[in-house]
Structures are given as structure tokens and as C-alpha cells.
């Protein structure tokens, strides 16, 4: 395949190459009046140490993020790798992705999915135009305590996993480290 310029670009070839990008898998929910809502997604990031923020990128027809821009709160579940179903179930357009599920409500309100690999518990902080999507940035207000469990994962259109075996430190680990000793834990909260 050769070079294309942005003005050949075929979605589906768009697609195939993003999808060498190995990704995690998130659920992003938020209750809007009283009701649980909530979207399986991909693109979620870590965004910024110090203030403590995370990103998201929902489409822009999505009645999720609706729900998500109406309550200003929401929460990124990280699933772990026993958790495709979780995921199939909120990847789709079923309107009660809640049946069956069990959740717990985080300090801002929205709900935690029990088995997940950990959560992220964030108010809407800013919005921006992606093309068809929007740039969420949510700040964070509490964090949930990581489970051990190995994280889900999706890579060229399939579910895949890590193999422990194969598992290496990154050689800045160590800065991260340092930064992290050197920051307030006050400024998290």
C-alpha cells in the first residue's frame, strides 16, 4: 500500500491502519434522572498529570454523550480481559445496556461497573469539535482501586489480551516515578 494523501482517503483504509494501534477498552456512564447510561469506547486517554485530567472522544450523534454533556459527571470503566461481553453489550445500540449489569454509583454519581480493571470518577472540564466526534476533557475527582485484573483490549477489529510472559518495563518508568514522588498527592483531589 502506498502513501495516500488526505484527499484519497478511503474510511475503510482509514480504519484497517488505525486498527494496528492496539487500544483499551472503556465504558463511559454518567445517570441521567436517576437512570444509567453508557457507552462502550476507545478512544480515552490520559491527559494531563497536574491538574489531574483524562480525555475522551464520543460521536457527536451519540444519546450517551448527551445524557454525559446534560449531567456534567461521568466515569471511564476500565474492563479487564474477562470482560468482552460487557463490552459487546455496550458497543451496541440496545437501549437498556444496564440489564443484567451490576453497578455501584462513584462519589460524583455515576455508575461503576463491578469486575472492571479500575475507574475514573470526572466532571466535564472543556469540550472541542474532533470532525465527527467531540474532545471531552473531564477533570478528575477520585480514582478507584485497580483490581490486578489484566486489561481488555481491541486490536485490528478483534478482542486480544496481554501476554504476561512478554511484559517489559518501560526505560522511563522511573522518571514518571520521580515525578510523581514529587507531586503533591493533594493536587489530585
Known amino acids: 500500500m502506498g502513501v495516500l494523501d488526505s484527499s484519497t482517503l478511503d474510511p475503510r483504509t482509514f480504519r484497517t491502519v488505525l486498527g494496528q494501534f492496539c487500544t483499551g477498552i472503556t465504558i463511559v456512564t454518567t445517570t441521567d434522572d ?112 485497580i483490581n490486578g485484573e489484566r486489561p481488555l483490549l481491541f486490536y485490528r477489529g478483534q478482542y486480544t489480551g496481554i501476554e504476561p510472559d512478554k511484559t517489559v518495563p518501560a526505560p522511563w518508568r522511573d522518571d514518571l516515578e520521580a515525578f510523581l514522588t514529587a507531586t503533591s498527592s493533594d493536587t489530585w483531589l
Open 34 to 145: 436517576g437512570r444509567p447510561i453508557g457507552f462502550a469506547c476507545q478512544s480515552f486517554a490520559a491527559l494531563s498529570l497536574d491538574p489531574p485530567l483524562v480525555l475522551f472522544c464520543p460521536t457527536k450523534g451519540s444519546r450517551s454523550w448527551a445524557a454525559i454533556e446534560r449531567t456534567g459527571a461521568f466515569a471511564v470503566n476500565v474492563l479487564g480481559e474477562d470482560q468482552q461481553e460487557t463490552c459487546a453489550r455496550f458497543g451496541s445500540r440496545e437501549l437498556d445496556k444496564f440489564a443484567g449489569v451490576e453497578w455501584s454509583p462513584s462519589p460524583l454519581g455515576s455508575p461503576i461497573l463491578t469486575g472492571g480493571s479500575a475507574h475514573v470518577d470526572c466532571t466535564v472540564e472543556t469540550v472541542h469539535d474532533g470532525g465527527d466526534h467531540f474532545i471531552v476533557v473531564g477533570r478528575v475527582h477520585s480514582l478507584g482501586e
